[in-house]
């Protein structure tokens, strides 16, 4: 029997590669967006599209989202924000009693990843891999600082309510931006290229595939428009650690920056697709098609055939 997928914020970057591996595979595909189908050339591809309500409207959104769950007939849920990652966290008992399947890692697992100084201490912690130390920007001592840093949510996403303070003589005015300090963090700025990792694991076997790329240009919200994908076993190692410690279940994206000195800092795991998904399987391996089969009870195929390359985005326009 035909199984259905709901794939939520198909508007985002990493739905075009999620939708058609799913329909390449066979789910019959229920996409939803907080704004018009017209609006959303996605919507062309998928079986059935909602509007739905903003996260922000908590109730309305749940209730509205369970019954298109049971309308739809849905199996897999699979958030592609890290919004509605958090709203479906919290409530994996109501997707259970609907039979519904939310393709993301653990519950305690979210919660850390969506915690970046739990995230960093965790990782410190465990010496898993170099990290930025960080602190909650109510208890720094701010008039001691020195040298560029950068403050951002402790639960942040897609780079909003960031701010890079190059200049720390100007870090009072960067402050009165910030209206509840104790949501922030405050990190010594490192300068160098980021490098996203899009990381499978299937916790049953305990393999875990990875594949690196520099991003070479970025949006200002920090989706990746052109990259340089690469192998790197030490890299693609400490990633598998990572996970592991995690216990990660599923796809996630681990973001690093490599400073000048060619050292390796861990800055944060996403608990879900990246906006850059596309790359990763345009250089070689189906991430979506794993990440379904690890959900089904299935162990996933493991070919991660990822070879090196350069890869551009481009966008083209869809009569709607």
């Not at 903003?54 to 369970?66: K, P, Q």
């Not at 309308?71 to 592609?80: S, T």
């Not at 969506?114 to 898993?128: A, H, N, Q």
């Not at 410690?245 to 800092?265: A, R, T």
Request: glycine letters at 6%.
């Amino acid at each position: 029997m035909r199984k259905t997928a709901l794939v939520t914020a198909i508007g985002s970057f990493a739905s075009d590669i999620v939708i058609k591996s799913l329909k390449a595979m066979g789910y019959r595909v229920v996409g939803c967006d907080i704004y018009n189908r017209r609006w959303i050339a996605q919507s062309e591809n998928t079986d059935v599209f909602y509007q739905v309500p903003y996260t922000s409207d908590r109730g309305e959104y749940i209730h509205f989202m369970m019954g298109v769950c049971q309308k739809e007939k849905v199996d897999f849920l699979l958030p592609l924000t890290d919004i509605e990652v958090d709203v479906w966290n919290e409530c994996r008992d109501a997707l259970k009693s609907g039979n519904v399947t939310l393709c993301c890692s653990p519950e305690k697992t979210i919660k850390i990843c969506r915690d970046k100084l739990s995230l960093e201490t965790f990782l410190r912690d465990k010496k898993l891999c170099k990290t930025i130390p960080s602190k909650r920007l109510s208890e720094a001592e701010l008039g001691k600082i020195t040298e560029p840093v950068v403050l951002k949510p402790y639960n942040g996403r897609s780079s909003q309510g960031l701010y890079k303070v190059e200049n720390p003589a100007k870090l009072p005015y960067y402050l009165g931006l910030v209206d509840r300090r104790e949501e922030y963090v405050i990190q010594p700025m490192i300068k160098g290229d980021i490098i996203t990792v899009d990381i499978v694991r299937d916790p049953a076997s305990d393999l875990t595939w990875s594949v690196p790329r520099r991003e070479l240009l970025r949006t200002l919200n920090g989706a990746g428009t052109s990259v340089y994908v690469f192998r790197d076993e030490k890299l693609e190692e400490t990633c598998k650690n990572i996970a592991a410690h995690l216990d990660i279940k599923g796809c996630v994206n681990m973001e690093f920056i490599q400073s000048q000195n060619g050292e390796m800092y861990f800055m944060e795991c996403n608990p879900r697709f990246s906006g850059g998904a596309a790359f990763t399987f345009q250089a070689g391996y189906d991430l979506v098609k794993d990440h379904m089969r690890i959900f089904e009870g299935q162990p996933a195929a493991g070919e991660n055939m990822a070879r090196e390359m350069y890869i551009a985005r481009k966008y083209c326009e869809v009569e709607m």
